[in-house]
Structure formats: structure tokens, C-alpha cells
């Protein structure tokens, strides 16, 4: 079967990555390449106070990783990543091939986080102002 393109995201520990977010990566990476995944973009994407508690953290780092995996390889990667003490949750999703280029361009776009986060910034101001209100 053709390999095909996917988005990993991870809900990080940051109790765990605090200060040594190299191994953790180390550690994704290496299950990834035991199943012979290529690793296209891999890089954290933001950290967060969650909406409810899992596995009794209240704030998690989300780590984004695109790869290039033949389909029969996903379950093996989501049974390591599961066993991988650091990551609390995660998400494997199928890329469209129609937007495989459009979603490695902004993975790999260092200044995507930060359009990102003044975005967030802007629908923060406007709820603030009452903004989105029915009248």
C-alpha cells in the first residue's frame, strides 16, 4: 500500500517535558521511525490550561508532527504512543493528498504560531466587547 500523509497532534505532560522537551521528541521519533514513518514537520505547537483535568494535569504542551506512513503502520504507532508516559492524549488524522501541501507549508512556518496566537488575541478583545452578542 502507498504511504499516505497524516497529523499527529499530542497532548504533552508539562510536568514531564518541562525543561527537557528534546527527549520527549527523541522519544516520538523513535517509535515513528521504528514503524518507518517519515518525519515531514515536527515541532511544538502551544502550550495550554485544559478544560478539564486528564490524568490529573491541568495545563498540557500539544506537539504537532506531520508524517509520511504506509496506512497498515498507524494502529502500531498509536499502541507505542499510547504506552509513552509523557503523552497524555493524542490524534492521528489522514491528510487529504488536496491539502497535503498546504498543511506542511504552515507546519513548517515558523511565523504561523505567532499569526496563530495574535489571531486568538483579536477574538479574545472582540468577546471581551461584547462583541458576537445577539441583540
Given at each position: ?10 497532548m504533552?505532560?508539562s ?24 518525519i515531514?514537520?515536527s515541532?511544538p505547537?502551544?502550550e495550554?490550561k485544559?478544560?478539564f ?22 494502529k ?15 490524534m492521528?488524522?489522514?491528510i ?7 498543511m ?11 499569526l496563530?496566537?495574535?489571531n ?16
Amino acid at each position: 500500500m502507498p504511504a499516505q500523509m497524516y497529523e499527529c497532534l499530542l497532548m504533552l505532560d508539562s510536568s514531564k517535558v518541562a525543561g527537557d522537551l528534546d527527549t520527549v521528541k527523541n522519544s516520538i521519533h523513535a517509535i515513528l521511525d521504528k514503524h518507518k514513518a517519515e518525519i515531514l514537520a515536527s515541532r511544538p505547537w502551544d502550550e495550554r490550561k485544559l478544560a478539564f483535568p486528564v490524568k490529573k494535569q491541568k495545563k498540557s504542551l500539544y506537539y504537532l508532527v506531520y508524517v509520511q506512513v504506509d496506512s497498515q503502520q498507524v494502529k502500531p504507532i498509536e499502541h507505542d504512543l499510547t504506552l509513552n508516559e509523557s503523552i497524555l492524549r493524542f490524534m492521528v488524522i489522514r491528510i487529504d493528498p488536496k491539502l497535503s501541501e498546504t498543511m506542511l507549508a504552515l507546519a513548517k512556518d515558523p511565523h504561523a504560531l505567532a499569526l496563530q496566537a495574535a489571531n486568538e488575541e483579536m477574538v479574545d478583545e472582540y468577546e471581551m466587547s461584547g462583541g458576537g452578542r445577539g441583540r
